[in-house]
């Protein structure tokens, strides 16, 4: 097993582009990578993707991508975990690199919801629960995460206001952030007054439906300085599960399957929480924010709210998170929002987050959810030298 | 890069399975699997399937399999390339393993087609082709291999009668699989009169709508002897792919994906189509086992119906294919097939298909193709000593 680098990203601004089609938002995201890595070729390619079915009748985008951006012949697969699709096709981009079966590999999350807003995407979307138990009992995502929103503020006694220093981060970095979907900021005071969605997730607490697609080119490390000016190392790639069904967990105020994720990530890079320069978890609601810090070791159980409230999420703070906007202000295109994590970490450890820089950032940290927790891919990336 | 043996394999009975969800069947030919292994547990699950999504409204099939396999906390994804899915999923498996990322890692083949057989499962089958140039314009998948089909017979001046042998094999030997969803012979007589589909391509040309599962368990392959009493050795895993669209192809008469997936694999076991004892083709119409002959070497351009018409496929002829019924006669449950295909030769080289017995079989290789050609993934087996 050797290490692993990344010598390229792109990504699309997220968004509602219903003037181009999936393959085209794969096709950018993927040329900039590869623009940036300044290669013109790979030995395969791995789509992350939850939804092309559902939502654009389309499968086999493996092969569909890899046609469309002029690679045509190399292995091609689609990878599917859910909302953590992009992080999954990037892992099984990592294990080829590493176990020295291929040198080169393109990854690129790509999704396309937006053409069929609505039921039909709500419906889409809740195939990422357990559809015996879960969907087909009514119960859709976000009513899946209300019920551990309501569960954190009892059992821990927090308001719902309590949450609005996830989404008042995360909106005031998408104002840089010329990707995001959302570029405007939102006070506490907006949070309060919020349309509420199901009760107690509001608008302000959930993520945008969207449409956008993000790449990385991956070498191998030791001939990664030699393609790239800026490469970072994947200093941890690694995998949790769970149970789908919220119900089924042992404790579902608890992300095991973070906690695993997590805990084989800082197990292979060598590192703690304390060595951790920023984090970009997976604020698909604000609920899954808090308990992301805890699973992750920056906060005890019940805790990861208050890192918030104490304004330790901030760019300066201890652990800054949703450094670009995260999924609620840069935007959640499902299987896109892994890969769109890593490069907005490649970007900070590049020194090239602009407004948003977290000061000397050397080692990020990238966490991807499918489901509300069912599957957790992590990556610990660090500037190489 | 380490070498690879499958210590385990397991399938369910092919055929409508009204009475048992997609869950109990990718269990059911999982835990085959790791009892034939003597296995309780393992470092990774890979899940092929295409239509989860749009037959039976679940997707996130890794985390929700490996739950229900008792294998929680696992890595655990979704591997998708249409009807390639099966073998996609094999050869993530293959790469952990002989990348030593992992030890154990299982996998499995699902699809349960038959609850919404009709219109529903046609425009889901659909989406292995290219959705804007060839499903939008009314080309299902039927149409697709029909228009190859006839290309064929007007090229090389074959009758449509000439394809019978393909089907009159596959029934013949799926008669003494008990694994098999159809148990009865064909004459050619009946294959004359069978129900036309799709101008040329009539019932028996065709392989079935259905359910299954089938799973194997890898590891490396130098403790393989000590954890199975008839390991089997992955002598090559390889992927090639093409251009969607049929009419994007170089040449539609040749499968380039094909071309490409065999040289590969041939060049990564070290042998030619002279070594390979039986042939697990992708018959998923009859035209695709003519182009498969052709594109893996055992014929030349226009010959591979040939070979059938010579009475060569059989179990005691130059080349078995299709040895335990085949897409045909044993089932073509999409996501799975490319897992039944190595179950088979995997059979085949322990000497444990029965009547259907290739004599002395060491090297088998199946080939497992997504959509009309796009994805094909081939993997060369052959028997430890």
Redesign the interface.
């Known amino acids: ?1 050797r290490d692993v680098a990344i010598i390229g990203v792109g990504q699309t601004k997220v968004g509602e582009h219903w003037d181009i ?1 999936l ?1 085209h938002l794969a096709l950018e995201a993927l040329q900039a990578a590869m623009t940036d890595a300044g290669v013109a070729r790979a030995d ?1 390619l791995y789509v992350g993707n ?2 092309s ?2 939502l ?9 991508v ?2 469309f951006a002029g690679l ?11 909302c953590g699709s992009g992080a ?1 096709a990037l ?2 981009g990592y ?2 690199v ?4 291929a040198d080169i590999v393109v990854v690129v999350g790509v999704e396309k919801m937006t053409d069929k807003l609505g039921p039909e995407a709500t ?2 979307l ?7 138990y879960e ?2 009992q009514g119960a859709s995502f976000v009513a899946l995460n209300a019920l551990l929103m309501q569960r954190y503020m009892y059992e821990y006694g927090y308001s719902h206001q309590d949450f609005a220093p996830f989404a008042v981060n995360a909106h005031k970095n998408g104002v840089n952030n010329p990707y995001a979907m959302f570029r405007f900021p939102v006070t506490t005071e907006r949070f309060a007054k919020a349309k509420m969605i199901c009760t107690p997730v509001n608008l302000l607490d959930s993520s945008p439906i969207c449409d956008g697609a993000a790449a990385v080119v991956l070498a191998p490390a030791d001939v990664a300085h030699a393609l790239s000016a800026a490469p970072v190392r994947v200093a941890a790639s690694a ?6 069904a919220v119900h ?1 967990r042992r404790d579902p105020m608890v992300l ?2 973070a906690v ?1 994720s997590t805990r084989r990530a800082y197990e292979q890079a060598g590192v703690g929480p304390q060595d951790i320069d920023l984090f970009e978890l997976h604020d698909a609601f604000s609920i899954m924010a808090a308990l992301s810090l805890e699973a992750a070791g920056f906060a005890d159980k019940g805790q990861g709210l208050r890192v918030a409230l104490d304004g330790e999420i901030g760019l300066e703070g201890r652990i800054p998170v949703t450094t670009m906007g995260g999924l609620k202000a840069r935007g959640h295109p499902v299987g896109a929002t892994g890969m769109y994590q890593v490069v907005e970490v490649v970007q900070q450890l590049r020194g090239l987050a602009g407004a948003n820089q977290v000061q000397d950032a050397r080692i990020g940290m990238a966490q991807n959810i ?2 509300s927790g ?2 957790v891919v992590t990556h610990i990336l660090e500037r190489m030298e």
């Open positions: 097993m089609s393959r395969a939850m939804l079915g559902a654009d009748g389309q499968e086999h985008l493996g092969a569909l890899a046609d045509r012949g190399i292995e091609a697969f689609k990878v599917e975990a859910a999954a892992r099984m294990v080829a590493a176990g020295e079966l419906s889409a809740a195939m990422a629960a357990d559809g015996d969907a087909a995998v949790g599960t769970d149970a789908l089924d095991d399957g695993v499918g489901g069912a599957t």
